[in-house]
C-alpha cells in the first residue's frame, strides 16, 4: 500500500525545519530521505511559479526579467492582482509526497519526534504538528 503525505507547495519549507532537529541513527536518515523528497517537490513547485510569473514580467533586451529595488519590475503594473492570484493558487496546490521507498526509515523519524524532548515554540511549534499529522495518518495503529 503506497504511503503518501500531503502539504501545499508553501509548506514545503518544513525541510528547514527537519534540518534543525537533533536527531541519531535510522531517524536521522529517515530526515534525510525525507529531505530530498521535500526539497524535490519544492523545486517542483518554484519552477512552475517562475514558469508562470515570467510571463508578467518586464525584460530586458536580452529577454531577462528587469529588476530594480531587488524586485522583478511588471510588464503590466494593472496585471498584479491577476498574477497575484495565480501565485496564490500555486502556493495552496496540494503537494503529495510518496514515502513507500522509505517508509521504514521515515517511521523510524515518525516514531522518533513522537517522543521528541527538545521544546519548540513559534513557527517550529506549528511545523512540528503539521508533520506530525501528516505522520500520523499513515503510521498511527500499523503496530496494533
Known sequence: MA???EFKNEEL?????LGDLKLKN???????KLIKLLASKNQEYLD???EERMPYFKKDENGNPVV???KYVLEDESKKQEL?????DIATEKAVIDLTEYAEKVEALYRELENYEEVMTGEDALIYDTLLDQLENIFEGEDE
Request: glycine share 4%; proline share 4%; hydrophobic share 25%.
Open 48 to 50: 512552475e511559479r517562475d
Open 26 to 32: 535510522k531517524p536521522s536518515r529517515g530526515r534525510s
Open 84 to 88: 497575484d492570484k495565480i501565485l496564490e
Open 13 to 17: 519549507a518544513i525541510a528547514n525545519f
Open 68 to 70: 530594480e529595488d531587488n
Open 3 to 5: 504511503k503518501t503525505i
